[in-house]
Nanobody, 124 residues
Framework: QVQLVESGGGLVQAGGSPRLSCAAS????????KGWFRQAPGKDREFVAT????????YYTDSVKGRFTISRDNAKNTVYLQMNNLKPEDTAVYYC?????????????????WGKGTQVAVSS
């Protein structure tokens, strides 16, 4: 059972650049693809970004392209989401997820394990 713990959220001013981290308990962290999703108040959870097992491939939802960067450090069992130029519409709970069968699929059903989320609130 993979346990994922997100950190780095909080209240941020518009234009800010926080970095989210997701630490995994599993020693075979490198064998899992990773993704970030988010859920804004009153909305469904949506895909944000995903990264392959070795970090060689990444995909992003259109609304964050050019502003967010997903990366991973397999030696530290950690995946990151660097968020730049935050906007109020980025306000959401951000979730880290892991999948044993990574294909870049943005559907949350493709992921096997989930963290509990970290809140990001962007003030204008």
């Amino acid at each position: 059972q993979v346990q994922l713990v997100e950190s780095g959220g909080g209240l941020v001013q518009a234009g800010g650049s926080p970095r989210l981290s997701c630490a995994a308990s599993e020693r075979t962290f490198s064998s899992y693809g990773k993704g970030w999703f988010r859920q804004a108040p009153g909305k469904d959870r949506e895909f944000v970004a995903t990264i392959s097992r070795n970090g060689g491939r990444t995909y992003y939802t259109d609304s964050v392209k050019g502003r967010f960067t997903i990366s991973r450090d397999n030696a530290k069992n950690t995946v990151y989401l660097q968020m730049n130029n935050l906007k109020p519409e980025d306000t959401a709970v951000y979730y880290c997820a892991a999948t044993r069968d990574w294909s870049g699929n943005p559907r949350d059903a493709a992921y096997d394990y989930w963290g509990k989320g970290t809140q990001v609130a962007v003030s204008s």
